[in-house]
């Protein structure tokens, strides 16, 4: 079974400029997680995807980031401008509704350096 | 909103020393508990989870967890670690009756195995 799959794996940029990054989640899982991790930190939720929805998006800095998943299946999460302070681990995650554990799937993380 | 500590932050052992992480949590209600574990270069895996049932749980790598609902604690155990356990874990809770499926981290313990 592959595993999430997300691009790039590493991205240098200037600030002020735009990325983003791309999520691949294991065939099936309707659920859909970006999480955010600082160095030395545990990830922390950005936002939520069930299918196409996004349903936990309290998280997200919405002046400068956004998300989609268009069709249910991978997705894209884009920063513009970027800061300084963009600098960190994005992660993305999946799940499949009606487990009772919730038992999530991460992929390798996009590391994002802002110069 | 629930929260989780990790009680350390580094932690150095021999090969065949015995193995305690703490993992805390806030949270009244009905709780899903996880550690996860990230090998260096590696995304981050599940060890072990606990959802109900027997509060003793053993998870892969001879690794097992208790929880004690009064405590509201799930601390990590191994009896006697191995090199190749160095990595840095994470604790994580969900809380069903918030309906969140996000999980909440603790900001992680890194593990140093000397041989």
């Known amino acids: 079974e592959a595993g999430v799959v997300q691009s790039p794996r590493y991205k240098i ?22 999480y955010l ?3 030395g930190q545990g990830p922390e939720l950005l936002i939520r995807y069930e299918n196409e929805e996004a349903v936990d998006d309290s998280q997200l800095p919405k002046d400068r980031f956004s998300a989609e998943r268009l069709k249910g299946v991978d997705s894209t999460l884009k920063i513009q401008p970027a ?21 999530q799937f991460f992929g390798p993380g996009t590391r994002l350096t802002v110069l | 909103a629930q929260s989780v500590s990790q009680h350390n932050h580094h932690v150095i052992l021999s090969e065949a020393a015995s193995l305690e992480l703490g993992c805390n949590y806030s949270y009244g209600g009905t709780v899903n508990l996880f550690w996860y574990v990230q090998y260096p270069g590696q995304h981050l895996q599940l060890l072990l989870k606990y959802f109900s049932g027997d509060p003793l749980v053993k998870g892969i790598k001879g690794f097992e967890a208790e929880f004690i609902k009064s405590k509201f604690s799930f601390n990590l155990r191994k009896p006697s670690v191995q090199w190749s356990d160095t990595a840095e874990y994470f604790c994580a809770v969900n809380a069903r009756a918030t309906g969140r499926r996000a999980l909440t981290f603790g900001s992680g313990t890194r593990l140093q195995v000397q041989p």
């Open chain 1, 13 to 34: 940029i200037e600030k002020k400029q735009p990325v983003a990054f791309w999520c691949n989640p294991i065939s099936g899982h309707n659920t859909l997680y970006w």
């Open chain 1, 37 to 39: 991790q600082n160095l």
């Open chain 1, 83 to 103: 800061e300084l302070g963009d600098s960190a681990v994005y992660l993305c995650a999946s799940s499949l509704e009606g487990q009772d554990s919730d038992e």
